[in-house]
Each structure stands twice: as structure tokens, then as C-alpha cells.
């Protein structure tokens, strides 16, 4: 503890004496400070004991007394120590008055006790007070680095939270909550997630102080631009040095923790993408091997193939390919919340189904791909939902946005497979792959390769190749009919529609069947095919059908 008024008073040496605050003993002393000034207020930081003789002041004038004390009490002065036996045989009056009456502690000097004996008293038990804190730091210290070693990050938040009597958190890059202690202390954390948001969005290290039913004060952790984590302390009032030293050494242990685990999962991935190539290739087994228990149980259990590219890339595809993408009006950020990825999409999105996995306790495998990103993961898990309601809340805003926001995020487009086992695995890849397109054409976050089996082919038509291919094909009949020559385009809808049922296509035309006959030979001469090929039907029907779509 620092030294106080009262350890000062039973200082055996000082044989300083009580005479007015004597129950405000128990406040800390910052300093021993000598001013005979009739003002030293402007010189005062607050928390000093100040020495004086009274050289310059009339100590024996109430209203002077008053004034004088009142402003050392308004500056924080702890004490006033007075010296007998120099200018006053014995503390006047007014100034014990004045003490009493302000509750300002006056302690009587003697005039054997130099004001240089209480400076280095003072001094001393200060010095004292730190190399405490810094051996309980040191102390705390091995505590936590043995915590951590044994248990990991419970462990060491367990042994925080009591060097500090209060509760401390681990946060992930998501802002999710991965450990608390004591366990009660996970529901408050969780409260917590909109302000280690915030924290995120400041490079790292940063730190803040929230408010509320106790004193938190959150701390990133990483060495990078991004925080990887974060940390949050809570207690009853502010940190004193002995914990600041202990919270300090966690974060250094924490960061040490996440930094260290950067090569290591760099590491993961490249065992990933081999397990992936293998299971791609058709080789469970050799997958099996090479992951060991690195991904449980998951290359056995039905699961889940995600692929995912960036808007940009999924856009510079299209173009590629001779496909348009619909265009997805810009997001307006300020109407609907969507999860931030610091202008990178897909590590954003990594970082939201590795940290819903962890949170479930979930095995997921997760792969950069160039510019897209594979993930397999467990069907119906987690990390499936994660996508699943991120790429929701992309599409919600989408919808919501009332206006064209200049600053458009480059989000991610994804694909989703049909539930599959590792025996099935490039099947997945190529459902992924067709939702992930169909997701490009329509504009969308998401497709599931379910919702094209349950679907109609009819939407996959609004591609700029088959609109061309439809107008190519019908274009001489469009023209045919221009001149006024026949309507053979609706004649061929009708028939069509009617699988070659004449009397039904006439009748729906309003004309005779030789008329529509006739007709019909007439497409077959300006097409130059014929309609006995049912190959030919069915792409005359899809042109019609694309053609018809366009119109609308």
C-alpha cells in the first residue's frame, strides 16, 4: 500500500501529532511538499502533504485561515503538516479552526523533526509500495505463464481474474466470446461484443474503457493491422499497479498465443488443401491419413461444400465467361447492420465460420482457393448457418438500401453443395461451382444447389450467351413475319406448347389445321430443320421461352 497520513503519524521517528482531521488519516499521500507561498495551489497536483512554518502568512487571522485552507482542500491537498518552534511556538487558533471546520487532517511538526525526515519518510514508503507492486508483477507473471502453459487461455483468464478480483474474457476476431472466468462471467462479456466491434475497427493495439454495473477495460490483441482478439477485464473500481502489472503480462501472453498460432495455421492450411485435393481427386482414404484427427470426424460425417469468390472476381468471371451478372443495388450500411471485413471478403468470411465452429465445438476445413475460398463443413452445423446468415443479412441490406452508396462493398458471392460424404466430395465441388453461378447471374449472396433442383431452368435462361443463341435462332422467323407474310412465330409457340397436337394448336390459333400445317413447313424451310428432331423442338421451345422472358 502507499503510505497514508496515518502511517505517518505511527512512524516512531517523526512523533508527529494529530490535531484537527483525525478521521482522514486513511488517505494515500502522492508527495511530501514544502511552500511557504501564501498560494501554492497553482504548484499542487493533488494528493500531497504540504509542509509550512507560516513564514509568510498571518496564521493567527480567521478569514485568512479560512481562505487559505479552502483552497487546499479544493486542490486535493491530503494534509497540512505544521512546523512548531519556528515563526509559532504552537499552531494558532484560526488555523486549527479552520482545519476542523474544512475536515483538512493537521498533524503538529516539532521542531526537532526535520520536514526532510517526512520527505524521505514519505519517499521511502512510496519506493517501498512500487518494488511491492513489482515483485507481486513478477509474481503474477509466472503465475499466468504457468497457467497458460498447462491450461491455455481458461486457465490463464481463471488466474487474471483472480490476481485482479474481478473477471476477465477472451474474445475472438468475430467479437464472439470464446472463454470467460469466473463462468458466470460470460453473459456480462457477451453484452460486451458491440464495443469490442468498435475496438476492432481501431489498428491495433487499442484499448477502451466501458462503463456500467462494473469498470471494463478492453484490450486488442495482435501484432497486425486486423485484431486478432481482444481482452476484457472488469472490476469494482480502476486497476491498481500490481494489476495493471498482471493484465499487462496477459496480453503480452495472449498476443504471444495468437501470433504464434499464425504460422501454425498457415500451417492447417496447407494440410487442408492437400486433404481437399485428395478428396477432390477421389481419394477419402489418402484424405483420412494425411488430416489424422485434425478435423475429427468431419471427412466421415455428411457435409457441406462451400465455394466463395469475391464480388469483383465473381464479376470479372462473368465477363469472362460472356455472362452478365445482374447488378445488386450498392449496400447503404447505415439502415441495416452487415458484418464488417476490413476490404477483404473472403478472410472476413473465413473468420465467421472458423469462429461459429469454435463456438460449437465443430471441426471445419477451410482452404483459400486463389480469389475464392472452399470450406467444408458440417451439414446443418454451425459454420453452415454462419454463411447461410451472413450472406442473409448482405441480401437484406441490399433490399433495404434507399439509395446509391458510393463506397459499395466488395462482398463475397457464394455457393452452396447439397449434403454429401467424402466419397462424393468433387460432385459437391460442382454443385458449389453451379450455385455459386446461378448466385453470380442473379445477384445474390447465396444460392443452394437444393434450390436449383426445386426450381425452374427457366430463371438460369437470363444469360446474355442464350439470349444471343435464342435471337439467332428465331431471328429469320421474326423477320418472316414482319412483313405481314404469317404469324409463324406464335403458330410454333402454339404447336410447340401443344407437343405437336394439331387439332389443339389450331384451335388455339383460331385457324384451320392445313393452315397451321402449312405453316409449320414454312418454318421448317427458313429454319432449315426439321421439327420430327426432338433436339430441335426442345431448342426452339427454350429460345421461345427466353425470348418471351425478355419481353417481359
Same mark, same amino acid.
Given at each position: 500500500?502507499?503510505?497514508?497520513?496515518?502511517?505517518? *503519524?505511527?512512524?516512531?521517528?517523526?512523533?508527529?501529532?494529530?490535531?484537527?482531521?483525525?478521521?482522514?488519516?486513511?488517505?494515500? @499521500?502522492?508527495?511530501?511538499?514544502?511552500?511557504?507561498?501564501?498560494?501554492?495551489?497553482?504548484?499542487?497536483?493533488?494528493?500531497?502533504?504540504?509542509?509550512?512554518?507560516?513564514?509568510?502568512?498571518?496564521?493567527?487571522?480567521?478569514?485568512?485561515?479560512?481562505?487559505?485552507?479552502?483552497?487546499?482542500?479544493?486542490?486535493?491537498?491530503?494534509?497540512?503538516?505544521?512546523?512548531?518552534?519556528?515563526?509559532?511556538?504552537?499552531?494558532?487558533?484560526? =488555523?486549527?479552526?479552520?482545519?476542523?471546520?474544512?475536515?483538512?487532517?493537521?498533524?503538529? @511538526?516539532?521542531?526537532?523533526?526535520?520536514?526532510?525526515? !517526512?520527505?524521505? %519518510?514519505?519517499?521511502?514508503? !512510496?519506493?517501498?509500495?512500487? $518494488?511491492?507492486?513489482?515483485?507481486?508483477?513478477?509474481?503474477?507473471?509466472?503465475?499466468?505463464?504457468?497457467?497458460?502453459?498447462?491450461?491455455?487461455?481458461?486457465? =490463464?483468464?481463471?488466474?487474471?481474474?483472480?490476481?485482479?478480483?474481478?473477471?476477465?474474457?477472451?474474445?475472438?476476431?468475430?467479437?464472439?466470446?470464446?472463454?470467460?472466468?469466473?463462468?458466470?462471467?460470460?453473459?456480462?462479456?457477451?453484452?460486451?461484443?458491440?464495443?469490442?466491434?468498435?475496438?476492432?475497427?481501431?489498428?491495433?493495439?487499442?484499448?477502451?474503457? *466501458?462503463?456500467?454495473?462494473?469498470?471494463?477495460?478492453?484490450?486488442?490483441?495482435?501484432?497486425?493491422?486486423?485484431?486478432?482478439?481482444?481482452?476484457?477485464?472488469?472490476?469494482?473500481?480502476?486497476?491498481?499497479?500490481?494489476?495493471? $502489472?498482471?493484465?499487462?503480462?496477459?496480453?503480452?501472453?495472449?498476443?504471444?498465443?495468437?501470433?504464434?498460432?499464425?504460422?501454425?495455421?498457415?500451417?492447417?492450411?496447407?494440410?487442408?488443401?492437400?486433404?481437399?485435393?485428395?478428396?477432390?481427386?477421389?481419394?477419402?482414404?489418402?484424405?483420412?491419413?494425411?488430416?489424422?484427427?485434425?478435423?475429427?470426424?468431419?471427412? +466421415?460425417?455428411?457435409?457441406?461444400?462451400?465455394?466463395?469468390?469475391?464480388?469483383?472476381?465473381?464479376?470479372?468471371? /462473368?465477363?469472362?465467361?460472356?455472362?452478365?451478372? @445482374?447488378?445488386?443495388?450498392?449496400?447503404?450500411?447505415?439502415?441495416?447492420?452487415?458484418?464488417?471485413?476490413?476490404? +477483404?471478403?473472403?478472410?472476413?468470411?473465413?473468420?465467421?465460420?472458423?469462429?461459429?465452429?469454435?463456438?460449437?465445438?465443430?471441426?471445419?476445413?477451410? *482452404?483459400?482457393?486463389?480469389?475464392?475460398?472452399?470450406?467444408?463443413?458440417?451439414?446443418?452445423?454451425?459454420?453452415?448457418?454462419?454463411?447461410?446468415?451472413?450472406?442473409? %443479412?448482405?441480401?437484406?441490406?441490399?433490399? /433495404?438500401?434507399?439509395?446509391?452508396?458510393?463506397?459499395?462493398?466488395?462482398?463475397?458471392?457464394?455457393?452452396?453443395? #447439397?449434403?454429401?460424404?467424402?466419397?462424393? /466430395?468433387?460432385? %459437391? $465441388?460442382?454443385?458449389?461451382?453451379?450455385?455459386?453461378?446461378?448466385?453470380?447471374?442473379?445477384?445474390?449472396?447465396?444460392?443452394?444447389?437444393?434450390?436449383?433442383?426445386?426450381?425452374?431452368?427457366?430463371?438460369?435462361?437470363? +444469360?446474355?450467351?442464350?439470349?444471343?443463341? #435464342?435471337?439467332?435462332?428465331?431471328?429469320?422467323? $421474326?423477320?418472316?413475319?414482319?412483313?405481314?407474310?404469317? +404469324?409463324?412465330?406464335?403458330?410454333?409457340?402454339?404447336?410447340?406448347?401443344?407437343?405437336?397436337?394439331?387439332?389443339?394448336?389450331?384451335?388455339?390459333?383460331? @385457324?384451320?389445321?392445313?393452315?397451321?400445317?402449312?405453316?409449320?413447313?414454312?418454318?421448317?424451310? !427458313?429454319?432449315?430443320?426439321?421439327?420430327?428432331?426432338?433436339?430441335?423442338?426442345?431448342?426452339?421451345?427454350?429460345?421461345?421461352?427466353?425470348?418471351?422472358?425478355?419481353?417481359?
Amino acid at each position: 500500500m502507499p503510505p497514508t497520513l496515518a502511517s505517518l *503519524v505511527h512512524h516512531s521517528a517523526l512523533k508527529l501529532t494529530v490535531r484537527a482531521g483525525e478521521d482522514r488519516l486513511d488517505v494515500p @499521500v502522492r508527495w511530501a511538499h514544502v511552500s511557504e507561498l501564501a498560494d501554492p495551489v497553482p504548484y499542487m497536483e493533488g494528493g500531497e502533504l504540504l509542509l509550512i512554518t507560516a513564514l509568510t502568512l498571518d496564521a493567527e487571522d480567521p478569514d485568512v485561515m479560512r481562505r487559505y485552507v479552502k483552497r487546499l482542500a479544493g486542490a486535493g491537498v491530503v494534509g497540512l503538516g505544521f512546523a512548531v518552534g519556528v515563526n509559532y511556538e504552537e499552531i494558532p487558533g484560526a =488555523l486549527v479552526d479552520a482545519a476542523v471546520e474544512e475536515g483538512l487532517p493537521l498533524l503538529e @511538526v516539532p521542531r526537532r523533526t526535520p520536514f526532510l525526515a !517526512i520527505s524521505k %519518510a514519505v519517499s521511502a514508503a !512510496i519506493a517501498a509500495d512500487q $518494488y511491492r507492486a513489482v515483485t507481486a508483477g513478477f509474481a503474477a507473471q509466472r503465475e499466468l505463464t504457468r497457467q497458460a502453459l498447462s491450461d491455455g487461455p481458461q486457465g =490463464l483468464l481463471a488466474a487474471l481474474a483472480g490476481q485482479v478480483d474481478g473477471w476477465a474474457a477472451l474474445y475472438d476476431a468475430s467479437g464472439a466470446v470464446v472463454a470467460a472466468a469466473p463462468e458466470w462471467a460470460g453473459r456480462r462479456a457477451a453484452r460486451l461484443t458491440p464495443d469490442v466491434e468498435r475496438l476492432r475497427e481501431r489498428p491495433a493495439p487499442a484499448s477502451s474503457v *466501458v462503463g456500467g454495473e462494473d469498470r471494463v477495460e478492453l484490450h486488442s490483441l495482435g501484432t497486425g493491422r486486423r485484431p486478432r482478439a481482444a481482452l476484457a477485464v472488469g472490476t469494482a473500481a480502476a486497476l491498481g499497479t500490481a494489476e495493471r $502489472y498482471a493484465v499487462h503480462s496477459a496480453i503480452a501472453l495472449l498476443t504471444l498465443t495468437t501470433e504464434r498460432s499464425r504460422p501454425l495455421h498457415a500451417a492447417e492450411q496447407r494440410i487442408g488443401a492437400a486433404v481437399l485435393r485428395m478428396l477432390l481427386a477421389g481419394q477419402p482414404e489418402h484424405a483420412r491419413t494425411v488430416a489424422g484427427d485434425l478435423y475429427g470426424d468431419l471427412l +466421415d460425417a455428411p457435409f457441406r461444400l462451400v465455394l466463395a469468390e469475391s464480388a469483383s472476381a465473381s464479376a470479372a468471371r /462473368a465477363h469472362a465467361d460472356g455472362h452478365a451478372r @445482374v447488378a445488386a443495388p450498392k449496400q447503404s450500411r447505415s439502415q441495416v447492420a452487415v458484418p464488417e471485413t476490413n476490404g +477483404d471478403p473472403l478472410g472476413g468470411l473465413a473468420e465467421i465460420v472458423e469462429s461459429a465452429a469454435a463456438r460449437s465445438g465443430e471441426s471445419v476445413l477451410v *482452404v483459400p482457393d486463389g480469389e475464392r475460398l472452399v470450406v467444408l463443413a458440417v451439414d446443418g452445423g454451425a459454420a453452415v448457418a454462419a454463411c447461410g446468415e451472413y450472406a442473409l %443479412a448482405l441480401d437484406t441490406a441490399r433490399t /433495404a438500401a434507399s439509395e446509391q452508396s458510393a463506397g459499395e462493398e466488395d462482398e463475397p458471392v457464394i455457393g452452396l453443395s #447439397a449434403p454429401a460424404g467424402p466419397i462424393a /466430395a468433387a460432385a %459437391a $465441388y460442382k454443385q458449389a461451382e453451379q450455385a455459386l453461378s446461378v448466385a453470380r447471374r442473379r445477384g445474390r449472396s447465396l444460392v443452394e444447389h437444393e434450390e436449383l433442383a426445386a426450381g425452374s431452368v427457366l430463371p438460369l435462361l437470363a +444469360d446474355d450467351a442464350v439470349r444471343a443463341f #435464342a435471337d439467332g435462332l428465331l431471328r429469320a422467323l $421474326y423477320e418472316h413475319d414482319a412483313t405481314g407474310r404469317g +404469324d409463324l412465330v406464335a403458330s410454333l409457340r402454339a404447336w410447340l406448347s401443344r407437343h405437336g397436337q394439331w387439332d389443339a394448336a389450331a384451335a388455339d390459333l383460331g @385457324v384451320h389445321r392445313h393452315t397451321l400445317r402449312y405453316r409449320m413447313r414454312r418454318v421448317e424451310e !427458313i429454319l432449315g430443320r426439321s421439327l420430327d428432331d426432338p433436339d430441335v423442338r426442345m431448342e426452339l421451345w427454350l429460345a421461345l421461352k427466353t425470348t418471351a422472358t425478355v419481353t417481359e
